[in-house]
DNA sequence: CAAATTCTGGAATGGATGTTTCAGATAGTT
DNA sequence: AACTATCTGAAACATCCATTCCAGAATTTG
């Protein structure tokens, strides 16, 4: 019948959460977006939409990638103690080599409290961190490769809730090893 | 010679505070600010000056009163270990009860990594928060009110590291229970 | 090849943005 | 009370914003 899109949506969407993980929400403008999708803006509206359904498709495509990331690096390690331990320290590397700080840490303190839709998206990726850590926490309980507390529930809070307190940490001090330190005894304590 | 400004400055730079809280830097405008100052945009700029300039004097202000009330409240405790817990659960408090989550901490995800002098003022603010926890953390090692460790520089960062996640997870799941059953763990922890 | 359809680029849209201007009001000083 | 410096309010400013329009190019199907 007629002519096909000319880019590719998800390379498109993908350079737009560059911008958006640089820059925030309201710090991105329509031009910071289509200069570095590389097309026009009457394409984009045609296609994906407008700015706030372009910021759900790169938060989608965020969490989304992140979530494959992490069961790709989990999967083969067997003991639950160990790959809790991998998926504290990977957390600390990320931190501490990435040059931005998590996106969805950042539209969580910038728009999530008003916008249900983000929030949405947002909680999703949380929960599934949660499950997918809680798995191990009960088995490692389960194992009595963790004593330290039998609320595998809390304990898998605790331990996600560490993440964003670093990345605050790196953005105003910069200091790897003050994180290291605390990753370390967090990981000493759950090792009871 | 002439006559005097009219507005109490104090007061305006408390209101866009306020504004400067609830939207962030990049989502509000002059007009939000003047607006809710209940002042024109001409006598802000011939006092005050610019948008970043009054960002800069309402995150001042609420670091400075943040720091006043911490050391207003801890002084007339006298168990070092009993003015940390009190830190905590109150920063628990304002947490699940205040009706925007940090200023501090939306500001470092928002600007800091990019604006200078923002990142200047947060990191005071913290240090300010290290050096007021750890004095404690240091008196309760030496009287043997804390055990669980000696290192009292990474056991400050450690327990301070915990308020960022306390804000994301009441943004995103607005549970008080978890965060409250997460703060008695590290209560705990710190407790031996 | 022709027809039909849909995409693209550039310009245009109206409204919002941060900031400045300036005439007139105001209050401290003499 | 008069003078004078400075503040105030409303409007104006240029620029930037997100979004839309449309003519023409491109590509698929018959």
């Known amino acids: 019948m007629a002519r096909n899109v000319e880019f590719d949506e998800q390379l498109a969407v993908s350079k737009a959460m560059d911008v958006?993980?640089?820059k925030g929400y309201n710090g991105t403008t329509m031009r910071d977006l289509?200069?570095?999708?590389?097309?026009n803006s009457s394409?984009?509206?045609?296609?994906?939409?407008?700015?706030?359904?372009?910021?759900?498709?790169?938060?989608?495509?965020?969490?989304?990638?992140?979530?494959?990331?992490a069961l790709k690096q989990?999967?083969?390690?067997k003991s639950p103690l160990k790959a809790i331990e991998k998926f504290i320290q990977s957390s600390v590397y990320v931190i501490t080599n990435e040059p931005n700080s998590c996106l969805?840490?950042?539209?969580?303190?910038?728009v999530a409290a008003?916008?249900?839709?983000?929030?949405?998206?947002?909680?999703?990726?949380?929960?599934?961190?949660?499950?997918?850590?809680?798995?191990?926490?009960?088995?490692?309980?389960?194992?009595?490769?963790?004593?330290?507390?039998?609320?595998?529930?809390?304990l898998t809070d605790y331990i996600i809730n560490h993440f964003s307190g670093w990345h605050e940490f790196f953005i105003i001090h910069k200091d790897k090893n003050r994180i290291k330190n605390m990753a370390s005894f967090l990981i000493k304590q759950i090792n009871q």
Chains 1, 2 share one sequence.
């Open 20 to 22: 958006f993980w640089k």
């Open 34 to 39: 289509t200069e570095a999708m590389g097309i």
């Open 43 to 69: 394409s984009l509206y045609n296609t994906i939409g407008d700015k706030h359904e372009l910021f759900i498709r790169s938060i989608k495509h965020y969490t989304e990638t992140r979530m494959k990331e």
């Open 74 to 77: 989990l999967e083969p390690i």
């Open 104 to 110: 969805a840490i950042k539209t969580t303190f910038e």
């Open 114 to 154: 008003t916008d249900e839709q983000v929030q949405k998206i947002i909680k999703a990726d949380n929960d599934f961190t949660y499950n997918l850590l809680n798995g191990l926490v009960e088995k490692a309980i389960q194992k009595g490769e963790i004593t330290v507390s039998q609320d595998s529930a809390m």
